[in-house]
């Protein structure tokens, strides 16, 4: 997903091997610059491999498709008539994505849209469906029924002289169109409407409940001078051995915020049903990330805003719509399909040129023309540190006023290491960004790029007849740049996470898990360096990252946040591969501990086999796993038990199916089995071991056995504690479901005491003002209020 398309890799690789071993050699040294006029030239020769691209992209449908509006239209109906309205929502968006903006269609779409929400409970956002079906030209014969609904609305939100005033409305359109059938039930919906109005205007409108008192304590935020985003209780050093990194300036105590920063870019991934298999008709029902969530802004979106010219960007407002069509959009949208073929990273060094605009994008790429060796080599050029002063000045990225903030200067800054990568990938990514390059001016975008000109949101720009033409020198300078950008996200791309709900649930439980929501570029957040076992603690909100400290750091220690491979999920060895990519041998505490001792990890004693006969922990040797009970000498290959584990989860996901489509009584059956067929070869404190608890909780709660429930998350709340700590996010997110599920059974005391341990542990990693922690502080004051008799009964 990051890099592009298997295919496209697997051509690229292809047309390398066959490269003349000169050419090859002046790749692997060539600078950035060098390597794009290399591109540019090898590119220009093979017309072949750019038409093999132009077949990829007609995979990725970006473009908007009438049959795809009316058939997704469609699934929408049906899936309104069921009653399924959350369901319903998603098509309709869909199908509106595809339709023309101003026609009659995309009007219907969202009419239709309104209902689905009116009947979710949404009426703010119902209304403004409404408003968008009039404004798009909603056919005049229908617009009794959506008035009706408008109305209906209006009634909701107690907004009783608009009801009216819309209600009267109706009233003369219906006798001046005459009483025809198809208005008799329309008739009476309005005569009920208006009783209900007449009910609402003789009682006095409820007081609203007051919801103060809940907000959590608002945090202490003390900006630092000399980096922008970051807390005044951190400096920033720089030396040889670390490069540019984060030290705590004072002592800092666990949940403190450290840096609070928007992502200068960010590019929503496109999620997972991408990409269809060649010749695949049928459009997908399947919710993807660009249908959950918008394109710029990265906010859930309920009721989506298409964009007017393509079917892939979807927005949460008009605002968010126009501001990404004035930032980089106007230039992205016709180029949907190839982006999404060349991968997020293409796609996040693209917009960062046009978010950084041309002129700054020419004033650095030139710069770093007389300044490379600087770039490369950082230490060159800035006298190393020795003073505990503010001595930014000098570093790498700063202005010169010695400020370091999230700005282009500080991304472009950010390392590319163009000699440590692979001469194959150097090539991949420098075809792939002068495919980028040749089709903006092929689509006669290069005016756009270069900021000369403004269209307006829909017009289309011309297209040149002939697209082999040689890049002109301003486009080589964003190749360039934008080749620099793809390798030094290799190193320093940040995903944006979220935890998603998972299924639609039946509200009383919600299970999460995190998935991967975008691709950014924080220049402030990427000055911390890695370590296995980190003392910070990231979390988002749309494109802003905020780091906490996830432990009290005293002054003069490092701030370092893990890039991926924490200790608790992997062995050193699997830690240090996966850390490959960044260049660096991790030489973090754990690290060096794991690698001295020369013992298996805890991990590894955790998540292993055990022996079949008795019990005990299976020791590797070689091929072959043997029980390490002298007197038992059972052995067994470890292909066997890979094999039986991968069964297992075979087994596992059967279960959750059947609970998907309603069958709970045969999903607890067939994990009763599970557990049973795991306790015969896994460690009793196999994370696998605490999943299936966790999913025996799950089931338990949909069927309202609440003390079922918290018996089995009880228990896998004692092996997710073991394998991520008593104060890990995964132990707070555990911590949270019990909470619920003591809620609803009336667990009180405990329900509180859980609470509170929640509570503890999330405003550590999320601070007091996140989502989770509103939820907890609800749940307790609700519990506070019940009545004696219930609270006496526990
Ligand atoms: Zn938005
Ligand atoms: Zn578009
Ligand atoms: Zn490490
Ligand atoms: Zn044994």
């Known amino acids: 997903m990051a890099l592009p398309v298997a295919e496209w890799q697997a051509r690229t690789a292809r047309l390398w091997a066959a490269l003349d071993p000169v050419l090859k050699e002046r790749m692997g040294a060539a600078s950035l610059h060098d390597a794009v006029r290399l591109g540019c030239d090898l590119l220009r020769s093979q017309e072949e491999e750019e038409a093999a691209l132009v077949r990829l992209c007609h995979r990725a449908r970006t473009g908007k498709e009438p049959e795809a509006a009316s058939w997704y239209r469609e699934q929408g109906n049906r899936e309104f008539k069921r ?35 009116l009947h979710l409970g949404h009426f703010e956002v119902c209304l403004e469906d409404i408003a968008r079906a009039e404004s798009h030209g909603y056919p005049d014969r229908l617009l009794p029924k959506v008035l009706l609904r408008k109305a209906e609305c209006l009634l909701c939100l107690e907004r009783l002289q608009e009801a009216q005033d819309i209600l009267r409305v109706l009233e003369s359109k219906i006798t001046l169109d005459g009483v025809m059938t198809t208005h008799l039930t329309r008739l009476k919906k309005l005569s009920q409407l208006k009783v209900k109005l007449g009910e609402k205007k003789r009682s006095p409108e409820p007081a609203r409940e007051a919801r ?14 000399r980096i922008s985003g970051a807390s005044s209780s951190l400096s920033l050093r720089f030396d040889a051995e670390r490069g540019r990194h984060l030290v705590a300036s004072q002592d800092i ?31 997908d029902t399947r919710a993807t990330n ?27 407002s ?62 060159a050029g800035c006298k190393p540190l020795s003073d505990a002063g503010d001595g930014s000045r000098g570093i790498p990225g700063c202005g010169s006023s010695g400020q370091y903030q999230s700005s282009y200067q500080a991304l472009f800054h950010l390392l590319p290491h163009t000699e440590q990568h692979s001469p194959e990938h150097k090539f991949l990514c420098t075809l792939s960004v002068v495919a980028i390059c040749k089709q903006l001016q092929a689509a006669g975008l290069e005016a ?99 780091v906490r400290a996830s432990q009290p750091i005293s002054s003069g220690q490092e701030v370092l946040h893990c890039y991926g491979p924490h200790w608790c999920r992997m062995r050193v060895a699997e830690r240090q591969q996966l850390l490959s990519q960044y260049f660096f041998e991790c030489r973090c505490q ?10 298996k990890s805890v991990v590894s004693i955790r998540n292993s086999f055990c022996c079949p006969k008795c019990q005990a922990q299976m020791q590797e040797e070689e091929d072959t796993l043997c029980c390490s009970n002298e007197a038992c000498a059972t052995s067994a290959s470890r292909d066997h038990l890979s094999g039986r584990l991968q069964e297992l989860q075979q087994q596992i996901k059967k279960a959750l199916d059947l609970l998907r489509v309603g069958k709970a009584d045969q ?62 996010v995964e132990t707070g997110h555990e911590l949270f479901k019990l909470a619920q599920i003591l809620f609803n059974g009336f667990a009180v005391s405990e329900a509180l005491s859980t609470i509170q341990r929640a509570e503890g542990i999330l405003s550590v990693h999320f601070g007091p003002q996140s989502a989770q922690i509103q939820e907890l502080q609800e749940m307790k004051a609700c519990l506070s209020e019940l009545p004696r008799n219930i609270l006496q009964r526990t």
């Open 253 to 283: 105590v666990a949940g403190q915020s450290l840096v609070k920063e928007e992502a200068f870019v960010s590019v929503l991934c496109p999620g997972e049903s991408f990409p269809l298999q060649d010749g695949d008709t049928a459009w």
């Open 83 to 117: 009653g399924q309205y959350q369901a319903a929502l998603r098509l309709y968006s869909k199908a509106a994505s595809h339709e023309p903006p101003g026609s009659p269609e995309v009007s219907v779409c969202f009419a239709n849209r309104s209902a689905a929400l």
């Open 212 to 225: 103060g008192g809940i907000q959590g304590e608002p945090e202490v935020w003390e900006e630092n001078s």
């Open 667 to 728: 999903a607890i059956k067939m994990l009763l089995k599970c557990q049973v067929d795991a306790g015969t070869f896994l460690s009793p404190e196999h994370l696998l071991m605490g999943e299936m608890e966790d999913h025996l909780a799950q089931v338990y709660a949909t069927l309202g056995k609440w003390q079922e429930a918290a018996r089995h998350l009880k228990k896998s709340i004692e092996i997710v504690e073991m394998h991520h700590g008593p104060s890990s």
């Open 590 to 599: 754990v690290c060096l501990e794991e690698l001295e001792s020369g013992v």
């Open 448 to 546: 756009a790029v270069l900021n000369q000109e403004s269209p307006q949101q829909g017009s289309k720009p011309k297209t040149c007849e002939k697209t082999s033409d040689e890049l002109s020198p301003e486009l080589k300078t964003v190749a360039e740049a934008m080749l620099r950008h793809v390798l030094q996200l290799q190193c320093n791309a940040q995903a944006i996470t979220v935890m998603q709900e998972l299924g639609p649930g039946d509200g009383a439980v919600v299970d999460k898990k995190p998935v991967r929501l975008a691709t950014a570029f924080f220049p402030v957040l990427s000055l911390l360096n890695h370590s296995c076992c980190p003392n910070t603690s990231v979390s988002f909100s749309g494109t802003a990252a905020t």
């Open 290 to 316: 660009a249908d959950l969530y918008c394109h710029r802004c990265l906010r859930q979106l309920l009721a989506s805003v298409p964009c007017q010219g393509c079917s892939y960007a979807k927005y949460c």
């Open 318 to 379: 008009r605002d968010c719509a126009d501001m990404a069509w004035q930032q980089y959009h106007r230039t992205e949208c016709s180029l949907g399909a190839l982006l999404l073929t060349l991968g997020v990273f293409c796609h996040v060094a693209l917009r960062t040129v046009l978010l950084a605009g041309f002129a700054e994008v020419s004033r650095l790429v030139e710069w770093s023309h007389h300044g490379e060796k600087n770039l490369q080599n950082p230490e």
